[in-house]
Structure formats: structure tokens, C-alpha cells
């Protein structure tokens, strides 16, 4: 884990894709981007299936449309977040405001956790809903690979989001305790507001070195504090 502001140091720093797709957080995101792809594509594919004397097609999970329609949604928008969230996270390295970090944190910690809870809903349902599932709606067993794989990876989904939430709350608690990333901080290189150093005109520095007198010899101060004047010098008379 990075150090600094949430998880990343100050912001200007170069992209780097190397070090981008190797941390955790992003690994995750991969992972859970593909595992949507796989449920709402399988069920997409596979999902719906019509028997000789029927012309409308019913969802191969125990002929219930909200099985289908529920997995097809969840997968699509945790697609759509996963994508959203990893642009987040490039730009991430950019915020310069640690108010700005520390909402953008707290909101991968809320999404991550609703979409791992999401996810736990959709696999209870459509593990369910497969097993009740009658044999004679679909006596060739077709499609039954594609609900399979739906319902496995929608178990998967569920501990790469809770991941997510758990990197990103480790983030939060990084940004929380860092001494030098107060709340109050802002990156010197976006503050405007900082006070310049007072200007000194040339005129006014040579006047003050012309103006400037030498002391007087240390004989006529010594002379002066004992109260006689100073020896006068001159060429005398034998």
C-alpha cells in the first residue's frame, strides 16, 4: 500500500501503467469487470430458451424473469462501476485537495460494500431459483453451462467487491492517520494564497549602505567617558 494521502502522494506524479495494474485495489477492479461480463453475457447468450410448442421464451432459471432480468442488470451496472472507478483511479494520483480524496475513498468503501451485498443477492437468487428449476421446461438440459457459470461467478463477485471495500478502507485509515496529509492540506503546487517575500527597492539598499558612518576611534571614546578631551597632536617647540 502507498503511502501519503489516502493511499497516493502528492499530486503531479507521472502515470505509470506498470505500477497502476499491479496494485491491489486495480486487480480487483480487472477481476470483478470480468466476472460481470461473464454473468450478464452468459445470461444474455444462454439464458432464455423456448420449447417446440412455445413461441415465448422463458429464463432458464425456473422460467422466472426476474432471475434473468436481475442477473443481466447487477452485471451490466457493476460493469459500468468497475469502469468508472478504474478512471477514478488513474486520475486519482491528480487531486490535489485531500477533501477531494477523502470523498472519492468513501465512496469506493459505500459502492464496494453495496455491490458485494448486491452480489450476494443475486447469487442466493439465481442459485436458488436453478435449483427449483423443473426438468421438463428444459428436458435437453440447454443452457445449463451458461446458468452454471452465472451463478459461480456471481459467488466470485462477492469477495472481489468485498476486497475493494476492504483496500479502500485501509486507504481511508491511511489518509486518516497521516501526520503531514492533514485536513487542511492543500499541494504547494495548487496554493495560490501563499504570501510572497516583501520587495526591497535597490535605491533604498544603496541609500542605507551610504548613509551608513563609522565609528568613531576607540581613543576618543575612552577619552570622552573619562571626561578629558583627546590629545592634540602637533610639532612643538624644544
Known amino acids: 500500500m502507498e503511502g501519503g494521502a489516502y493511499g497516493a502522494g502528492k499530486a503531479g506524479g507521472a502515470f505509470d501503467p506498470q505500477t ?3 496494485q491491489p485495489h486495480t486487480v480487483l477492479r480487472v477481476l470483478s469487470w470480468v466476472f460481470s461480463i461473464v454473468v450478464f453475457g452468459s445470461i444474455v447468450n ?3 430458451l423456448n420449447s417446440p410448442t412455445e413461441v415465448e421464451e422463458h429464463c432458464i432459471f425456473n422460467r422466472n424473469h426476474n432471475a434473468c432480468n436481475y442477473g443481466i442488470t447487477v452485471g451490466v451496472l457493476a460493469f459500468l462501476s468497475c469502469l468508472l472507478y478504474l478512471a477514478l483511479d488513474v486520475y486519482f494520483p491528480q487531486i490535489s485537495s485531500v477533501k477531494d480524496r477523502k470523498k472519492a475513498v468513501l465512496s469506493d ?3 464496494s460494500a ?7 443477492v ?6 436458488n431459483q436453478w435449483q427449483v428449476s423443473k426438468h421438463e421446461n428444459n428436458p435437453l438440459n ?3 453451462d451458461a446458468a452454471r457459470a452465472a451463478i459461480t461467478f456471481s459467488f466470485f463477485s462477492i469477495f472481489t467487491w468485498v476486497g475493494q471495500a476492504f483496500l479502500a478502507y485501509q486507504r481511508y485509515r491511511i489518509g486518516a492517520d497521516s501526520a503531514l496529509f492533514s485536513q487542511d492540506y492543500t499541494d504547494p503546487s495548487q496554493d495560490s494564497g501563499l504570501p510572497y517575500a516583501p520587495y526591497t527597492n535597490e535605491d533604498d539598499a544603496t541609500d542605507t549602505v551610504g548613509t551608513y558612518q563609522q565609528p568613531p576611534p576607540v581613543d576618543a571614546f575612552d577619552a570622552e567617558t573619562q571626561g578629558t578631551p583627546p590629545p592634540v597632536r602637533g610639532t612643538g617647540h624644544l
Do not use: H, K, P, Q
Open 46 to 48: 444462454e439464458g432464455y
Open 122 to 127: 443475486g447469487f442466493c437468487f439465481l442459485a
Open 20 to 22: 497502476f495494474f499491479r
Open 109 to 111: 468503501i459505500g459502492v
Open 114 to 120: 453495496f455491490w458485494a451485498f448486491l452480489w450476494f
Open 142 to 144: 440447454e443452457g445449463a
